[in-house]
């Protein structure tokens, strides 16, 4: 690994400094407000944002009501603008450290301070609305050896910028109608498949136009057409050299969609049903997978509540075609066909503290085998992974993707303010022959024991209000024997150890 540069060590410094003062002010803040509660103040009852960018997110033109608490610090009010517009600002600053390596040929560990700022602007007349969105999501702290990518580095751009048009009663029919066209993020269901990415420090985009049908209480749809916006530069080099580049619409593709929700079909369960289809061409600047995918699926869940059981079960099939290499005239079209289930049951105890038992299993399929023209692996299109496999950032050890992973998961809440977590999952390849994804490594002959280890997680939520939030995560990989001896397993024997500790902002 090069040493750091020590412009990126000064600005390390500047940053973990800045969060320290975050901190401490955090504290004196929640101290202060501390003293002046009272024994008759209401618990809060609002849904908790993610610790990422998401206060364009908070809204609801259909719902006319937000689920989140607004940010008791916000520049609407302080700057006092009037109702027909908003504008607000926020800023994540996280440092992350690993500890021993389990990709191939990896070596030593690594850290990044990644910082994620983002201001969301909308006006609104009658039942029109304007939005944009800026983010600035970029980094301190790697070198040549860190091996970042476009995941973690977008440096000043739009990811969001339409015109919408909602209607929550049309034509005295009862339904809501909400139709939004331009560049938005699109965030469904389980997240899955398609998601507002909330650890990672980038975030997915789409250049297009999203219908969304409402019928209060009983279902919602959502139907989209749109191409997904590739973000630039995508190379190694100069997301470490700052070069600027505008994102832009991926023009020889296609990502398109519907969605539908019906809630309460019977002792409180929902259902999800949807279909995507994903047509992809070659990029003007690299060539691509040409993957060609129809991706169906349906999802049954019962949202959790003090003392009772809930479960969720979601069943996802892919099929169609995709390049063996995307290397420029180097690969054939092989026939893609592939499945995922995940399946979890909790239960919440109605005790101090509410804790949640939940027994977890996902299964996602392998194989990729040109020599049979042939692809099993399943894919996860644009989806999230972090609430299920872990943190992402500069370790993300396991995808959605040959995978049969068991697990067990607790939550509690001490206090309304504060969300403890703790995770065990244990991961075997479905494949042997095939790889692990996010590692890269492979044993074609299939002679590796196809064990890879366990994963132990560890995480901790602190709300000082509604517009300071901190968290902190520990993960640990026991590596197994598939990843300490498959060919290009990092020299280095020993287990993983990542470590997170960040700071969001609202205003």
């Known amino acids: 690994m ?4 020590l412009s990126d060590i000064t600005a390390s410094h500047a940053l973990s400094l800045l969060v320290a003062a975050n901190i401490v002010t955090g504290i004196a803040t929640a101290a202060a407000a501390e003293d002046k509660k009272t024994s ?34 916000n520049l609407h009010d302080a700057l006092n603008l009037p109702k027909w517009l908003s504008l607000s600002a926020e800023q994540r600053t996280r440092y992350e450290t690993l500890d021993g390596s389990f990709k191939a040929g990896g070596k030593g560990g690594d850290q990044q301070i990644p910082l994620q700022t983002d201001v969301f602007l909308e006006a609104r007349f009658n039942h029109l609305r ?9 980094q301190f702290g790697s070198d040549s050896g860190s091996g970042i990518n476009n995941t973690h580095v977008d440096e000043a751009d739009f990811i969001q910028g339409y015109l919408a048009w909602a209607d929550q009663n049309v034509a005295y029919s009862g339904l809501g109608a909400e139709v939004i066209v331009g560049r938005q993020s699109l965030n469904f269901g389980s997240r899955r498949l398609i998601a507002r990415n909330a650890m990672r420090n980038t975030i997915n985009s789409f250049d297009g136009v999203r219908l969304r049908l409402l019928d209060y209480n009983n279902w919602q749809f959502n139907a989209f057409v749109t191409k997904p916006v590739g973000r630039y530069p995508n190379n190694s080099q100069q997301l470490l050299d700052g070069f600027h580049s505008f994102d832009e619409p991926e023009y020889q593709t296609w990502f398109s969609g519907g969605f ?9 369960i929902n259902a999800e049903l949807y279909l995507y289809h994903l047509d992809e061409g070659d990029r003007k600047r ?25 479960f969720q079960t979601e069943t996802i099939g892919q099929f169609g075609t995709v390049r063996s290499s995307t290397a420029a005239n180097n690969g054939t079209d092989l026939d893609h066909s592939a499945w995922y289930q995940h399946l979890d049951v909790g239960y919440t ?5 509410s804790p949640r038992l939940a027994l977890e299993y996902d299964y996602a399929s392998g194989d990729h085998d040109p020599n049979d023209k042939k692809n099993q692996r399943f894919d996860t299109l644009y989806g999230a992974r972090r609430f299920e496999f872990g943190p992402t950032g500069i370790y993300g050890a396991f995808a959605r993707s ?11 809440a001490p206090r309304s303010d504060v969300q403890l977590g703790l995770s065990h999952r244990l991961y075997w390849l479905v494949e042997d022959k095939d790889s692990w994804t996010s590692a890269n490594l492979r044993d074609a002959t299939g002679r590796t024991d196809n064990f890879i280890g366990q994963q132990l997680e560890l995480m901790a939520r602190w709300d000082v209000n509604s517009s300071l939030n901190f968290e902190t995560g520990l993960a640990h990989l026991f590596k197994d024997t598939f990843a300490r001896e498959t060919a290009n397993a990092p020299s280095d024997k020993d287990d993983v150890n990542y470590f997170y500790v960040q700071s969001m902002l609202r205003f």
Request: positive net charge; without cysteine.
């Open 2 to 5: 090069m040493k750091k540069a």
């Open 286 to 310: 690299n060539q691509t997978a040409n993957r060609r995918y129809f991706t169906p699926g349906m999802r049954f869940y019962m949202k959790p509540a003090k003392g009772t059981f809930d």
């Open 40 to 73: 008759a103040a209401p618990p809060k009852t609002h849904t908790r944002p993610p610790l990422a960018a998401f206060e364009s997110q908070m809204p609801d033109a259909l719902l006319g009501a937000d689920k989140y608490e607004k940010p008791v610090w």
């Open 260 to 268: 539908l929700e019906s809630y309460n079909i019977a002792w409180g």
């Open 349 to 353: 105890f109605d005790i101090p503290w």
């Open 130 to 138: 304007a939005g944009a969105e800026f983010l600035d999501a970029r």
């Open 402 to 412: 040959n995978i049969n992973t068991p697990g067990l998961r607790v939550t509690a």
